[in-house]
């Protein structure tokens, strides 16, 4: 960023919906206050936040807040976001993606019943998650630079969004990539990428 403004993110001590941003600065090598909140600490710090939610962006003071949004503009913000208004639809149309495939995981984490939540993991193993995997190898596959990136011929936001959103099955399901060999040679490309390898070296391990 030319004008080097200061940046505050505000999330709990998760990757959750903060890591897709925190992954854009690292690849970006922007300076930038990670605040972790405890979630003891939420119900006191909730009414100071835009729509009473976190991920926050604090930019100079001003606050921002929905996780799709601030990716989105720190990735603009450091070349990270495509160089055409039809590669930054295909960065968008990934971002949103993640987002349907994410509500759906989430829904399934949180449900209390098991049989509804034996049901719901059936439903996200045989359709949700092969749809969205598919699609995503599909993506990279498909590019016509064969960068071996989603989009164009460098990392963009949408491979970091690829990255993150495989990052629990890398580590629980390994095997579940294998039937997805273009993304298992993203997030290699990606782990392996200056500013992002820093990063990770020195990354927490979250459950999520």
Same mark, same amino acid.
């Given at each position: 960023?030319?004008?080097?403004?200061?940046?505050?993110?505000?999330?709990?001590?998760?990757?959750?919906?903060?890591?897709?941003?925190?992954? &854009?600065?690292? $690849? /970006?090598?922007?300076?930038? *206050?990670?605040?972790?909140? %405890?979630?003891?600490?939420?119900?006191? +710090?909730?009414?100071?936040?835009?729509?009473?939610?976190?991920?926050?962006?604090?930019?100079?003071?001003?606050?921002?807040?929905?996780? &799709?949004?601030? $990716? /989105?503009?720190?990735?603009? *913000?450091?070349?990270?976001? %495509?160089?055409?208004?039809?590669?930054? +639809?295909?960065?968008?149309?990934?971002?949103?993606?993640?987002?349907?495939?994410?509500?759906?995981?989430?829904?399934?984490?949180?449900?209390?019943?098991?049989?509804?939540?034996?049901?719901? *993991?059936?439903?996200?193993?045989?359709?949700?998650?092969?749809?969205? +995997?598919?699609?995503?190898?599909?993506?990279?596959?498909?590019?016509?630079?064969?960068?071996?990136?989603?989009?164009?011929?460098?990392?963009?936001?949408?491979?970091?969004?690829?990255?993150?959103?495989?990052?629990?099955?890398?580590?629980?399901?390994?095997?579940? +990539?294998?039937?997805?060999?273009?993304?298992?040679?993203?997030?290699?490309?990606?782990?392996?990428?200056?500013?992002?390898?820093?990063?990770?070296?020195?990354?927490?391990?979250?459950?999520?």
């Amino acid at each position: 960023m030319s004008t080097s403004p200061k940046i505050k993110l505000t999330y709990f001590d998760i990757r959750g919906r903060a890591e897709v941003a925190r992954l &854009v600065l690292a $690849a /970006a090598k922007i300076p930038y *206050e990670d605040i972790r909140i %405890g979630f003891d600490q939420w119900p006191a +710090l909730k009414s100071s936040t835009p729509l009473g939610s976190v991920p926050v962006l604090e930019v100079d003071g001003q606050k921002f807040t929905q996780s &799709v949004a601030i $990716a /989105a503009y720190l990735a603009k *913000e450091n070349g990270l976001y %495509g160089s055409s208004a039809l590669e930054q +639809l295909a960065i968008d149309q990934v971002a949103l993606a993640r987002e349907d495939l994410t509500q759906a995981v989430g829904k399934f984490m949180s449900e209390k019943d098991e049989k509804k939540k034996a049901e719901l *993991e059936k439903t996200l193993k045989e359709e949700q998650e092969p749809k969205f +995997l598919g699609f995503f190898n599909k993506l990279i596959k498909e590019n016509p630079t064969k960068s071996g990136f989603v989009v164009g011929s460098k990392i963009t936001l949408a491979d970091l969004v690829v990255f993150e959103t495989t990052q629990m099955l890398s580590e629980k399901e390994p095997q579940t +990539l294998d039937k997805y060999p273009e993304i298992k040679a993203l997030r290699t490309k990606v782990t392996g990428s200056d500013g992002i390898k820093q990063y990770l070296a020195t990354r927490k391990p979250t459950p999520f």
